[in-house]
């Protein structure tokens, strides 16, 4: 029974798409590379007869579920040893002068990561920006023609700049160098007159050169100032300058310029343009630059025969030897330098002005901006390893991606702090430890992490070589699994490469002797079925024959067992409270229960969550519903009119059919049941008997019990008052009279007015005839 379960929960397993059965791993080491999510079960009796060695490799708590004991389950997990962890360094007015290699800025210092396949380890980095941290700054200055007037204005920059750096450092050194260009054609003319002095006119120049090393760092300005002001300018024939050679010198001869570990700042003042790769070509140079120092006399030496350095070589380099550049250009080549800062980390930009009277001021600000940001950068990762970065900056202000590698805005005294994950995706094809550098750019200080990984398990050590249990030694005993040799194969190694096609290892494959091999799902190798893989990763062959699958079983509503259970060897196995072969009967009666409380409403069964009813005049999904029956109240009121007040039109056979409940009397309607006090159905009714009376009761099943609450007495309509009614009948009569005679009063009003009217109308017309008839007289007189 215990080997059928675990076969189900492999196969609900792969059903589920678990990336650890998909991988087919056949070693412990395969398994736990595959994801952080896998185990693997060293238990030697763990796997049942069909199943494939690739089995024991799963999720770990799909292990749990087929029954691994705990102990057996090798999941080995990563882990992160701080080996080298000083405190960064917190000045107070009790702490003296430190020297540079005593300040920490970055903790913590070394690492060691043991690092699983697909599990990341993170660590904390945090980054404090010192006080009072030393500076060495090198002024490196184009001494072409052009710059005549800017050197007046650096003769003095020594001893004024010391003094200004005061404010931020009590270690301050500084050196000068010059550069103007290849002494080539066609950068310089190389006739003799011109080799001695490649300025025209009256002016005095010294000869060209690429790059000279005029004072080594040091901390005494007024050295710088002595040195410089001896220094001449020079000239040469094109626009762009040679800077780059001299700031790739400046960057790899640490010992001639005397760089320490220190913040390096690195001035390349110039009004004009540069050089890069490619450019040399011109004076048929055609070697790259080799990136090394060549520095004779503190004069470069190999200009005529290395090409310009890239830019990327030139970051590269910078960056190694933790380099900051501060540009100081004039406004017209402000915009390509700007493009030119975008190329390099931890450089800057400023407006120099036409005779660098303000290189002080200008050097300051870039310092400022420099410091203030911190960015992380790490050395070249092994492959399949990934890092990624999280800052928390000044005020709690959080970033990812590209911004979480930096923190802007950080003042001396400032504390932020770096979350840093490392994962490796596979295991190196060495057994070696890795290591990676992580380090601010511009600061010397750097933390060492160390790349360990788990690339087997604990119980591989403990491997028994030519096991007898792999079929005469023919593999090793490792994890509970037999790991074949070379040319053998077989979960128990019991196979040459060369037998695996035999007719004897074929009728291993045949279920029930039949004619198919592998049930026509897989593949006969070395007597044992391997089941062929599906598209659908999801769907899966399975058995010994390979005669099992999880995607051949009885659907309900389009869905594979209905929804409610998984597909085990073409059976729905049925969720709890299911059945069914598709799993589509539901044993719930919750349903099934009617307002009343009972299954069906008493009238039906509950056949898989639906009620089937027994009584045909009763319809519905709780067969409450009848069409054809009257109400309730209607259905009892015989019955209890008969048994409250002894009448109506059972009262003769009451007892024979009227006693299948039980009757309660109250004294008034208010003493009656009511809904909101029942935790079962209550039905109110009001009936009327053949006196017009009205009764009142309650019905209501509790318990099996129908039980019947009425109002012991009748409510009975009380009969008319006669007075009232003849009186209102009589006075009607009297208003109505009354009413009719001044209606016919008022019309015999308006009739009489009227015929006066007409009266009147019909005098006044005789009287007008009369005159006339006068008038019509005299005339006729008058004429005789």
Known sequence: MEKLSAKKELVLSLAEGSICIKANAQSCGECIQV????????????????????????????LRKRKCDEKNIENPRGNIDINTNKPVTIRNSNTGKLKPEQITQIQPQKVTLTLRSGEAQTFDLKFRRAEDYPIDLYYLMDLSFSMKDDLENVKNLGTDLMREMQAITSDFRIGFGSFVEKTVMPYISTTPARLINPCTGNQNCTSPFSYKNV?????????????????????????????????????????QIGWRNVTRLLVFSTDAGFHFAGDGKLGGIVLPNDGKCHLENNMYTMSHYYDYPSIAHLVQKLSDHNIQTIFAVTEEFQPVYKELKNLIPKSAVGTLSSNSSNVIKLIIDAYNSLSSEVILENGRLPEGVSITYKSICKNGVEGTGENGRKCSNISLGDEVTFKISVEAQKCPSHDKPEVITIKPLGFTEEVEVVLKFICDCECAAFGEKNSKDCTNGHGTLECGACKCNEGRIGGQCECSKDEVRTEDLDANCRKDNGTDICSNNGDCVCGTCECKKRENPAEVYSGQYCECDNFNCDRSNNKLCGGHGQCVCRKCVCDANYTGSACDCSMDSSTCLAKNGQICNGRGICDCGICKCTNPKFQGPTCEICPTCPGVCTEHKDCVQCRAFKEGEKKDTCEQDC???????????????????????????????????????TYAIRNGTKEVYVVESLECPAGPDII?????????????????????????IIHDRREFAKFEKEKMNAKWDTIINNDSRYIDLSGQ
Not at 662 to 681: A, E, G
Not at 728 to 733: D, E, S
């Open 659 to 697: 006693s299948y409940f039980d009757l309660i009397k109250v004294n008034d309607r208010d003493k009656l049941p009511q809904p909101t006090d029942q935790s079962f159905p209550l039905t109110h009714c009001k009936e009327r008997d053949a006196n017009d009376c009205w009764f009142y009761y």
């Open 215 to 255: 004072l080594k760092l040091t901390n005494k300005g007024d050295e710088f100032n002595r040195l410089v002001s001896q220094q001449q300018i020079s000239g040469n024939l094109d626009s762009p300058e040679g800077g780059f050679d001299a700031i790739m010198q400046v960057a790899v001869c640490e010992e």
């Open 724 to 748: 009232p009614i003849v009186a209102g009948v009589v006075a009607g009569i009297v208003l109505i009279g009354l009413a009719l005679l001044l209606i016919w009063k008022l019309l015999m």
């Open 35 to 62: 994801s952080e999510t896998c185990g693997w079960c060293s238990d030697e009796k763990f796997l049942t007869v069909g199943q494939p060695k690739s089995a024991r490799c799963d999720d770990v708590e799909s």
